[in-house]
């Protein structure tokens, strides 16, 4: 199968990430996560060192033979594989992600299994795609009798963070947030684009123009590296946001700053493993709305608070 917009290959790719803090005290080593991702007997976990530990499972295949989301309400047959895969960021931050592409149109009825499982996490409509009625529709959100690929990731995310080798006392309390995506190829001459919306309650979502030829493995990639930062942004705002006031509670406010530095600090690592073809989209994030340099001003923020407390402790009479 090729890349978006290629003549053999697909109009639209659609899918949802999900990331969490791993419900563990400590960050977990390259042999345990890989126990943790071995989803499959058939195929291994591949890690990699650098630039970052990552650890990413085979991909899982799921059947689906139903109604796909429409903005019109359109009835749009499907049937194919939706495929979904976990991954974990230096064994402390775990993200499952669940996506499909779909050609422009299928055959008019239904074919034998056989013919949908060599086309793995392809989702074949029954006729023509009306691509812009799906891609509305799938951002918008879940709809009564038509596919829910987010109930995919979360129920992958479920498996995994009920495993019996974690502890599931994490370090910190977090929230869990969704990033529901689409992407299709940009036209001739159309710079490829990410529209990132905040919907709020952990909800975002993205709506991609990639360059043609790009791989809907390669578009799920750019979204779980999004998610990821996000995540690190929210959570480490939210924490601030509730951050004692003053001096007066030095316990309470280590409480709130030691685990950010030991558990998240260093995982800010943008296109750790992106393909360079979507690196623009990431630049233009970081200058509108700025990743980094929100990233940066948090960190500051922090460094400066523990100077600071580190001064208070330093001019604190000793107790006789």
């Not at 291994?44 to 899982?60: E, F, K, L, M, Q």
């Not at 495993?163 to 599931?168: I, S, V």
């Amino acid at each position: 199968m090729g890349g978006l917009g290629t003549t053999s290959g697909p109009v639209l790719a659609c899918g949802e990430v999900r990331t969490c803090l791993l419900p563990h005290r400590r960050a977990v080593d390259e042999p345990t996560a890989v126990r943790l991702l071995g989803l499959r007997a058939d195929e291994p976990v591949r890690t990699s060192r650098r630039p970052n530990r990552h650890a990413c499972s085979p991909g899982v295949l799921t059947g689906v033979d139903c109604l796909l989301p429409t903005a019109t309400g359109a009835k749009v047959r499907a049937v194919g594989t939706v495929t979904a895969h976990a991954g974990l960021v230096e064994g402390r931050v775990l993200q499952s992600t669940a996506y499909f592409s779909a050609p422009a149109e299928g055959p008019d009825r239904r074919r034998p299994w056989g013919y949908y499982l060599v086309r793995p996490g392809l989702l074949v409509p029954v006729g023509r795609l009306p691509g812009k009625s799906v891609t509305e529709g799938f951002l918008t959100g879940h709809q009564q009798d038509r596919l829910d690929v987010g109930s995919i990731a979360e129920s992958l995310l479920a498996r995994i963070s009920r495993h019996d080798l974690l502890d599931h006392d994490a370090p910190l309390t977090t929230t869990d947030t969704s990033l529901r995506w689409t992407a299709s190829p940009a036209g001739d001459g159309e710079p490829a684009s990410a529209l990132l919306t905040e919907l709020g309650s952990g909800l975002r979502i993205a709506e991609l123009r990639l360059p043609r030829g790009t791989t809907p493995l390669a578009a799920a990639a750019l979204c779980e590296d999004l998610a990821l930062h996000d995540w690190l942004l929210t959570t480490v705002g939210d924490k601030l946001d509730g951050l004692p006031p003053g001096s007066e509670n030095q316990a309470a406010a280590l409480k709130v700053l030691r685990p950010l530095v030991d558990h998240l600090l260093h995982l800010w690592m943008p296109r750790a493993r992106l393909d360079r073809a979507l690196s623009p989209l990431w630049e233009e994030l970081e200058r509108h709305p700025g990743f980094s340099r929100q990233w940066n001003t948090m960190a500051q923020r922090i460094r400066d608070q523990l100077a600071l407390q580190n001064l208070i402790r330093g001019d604190a009479p000793a107790r006789s």
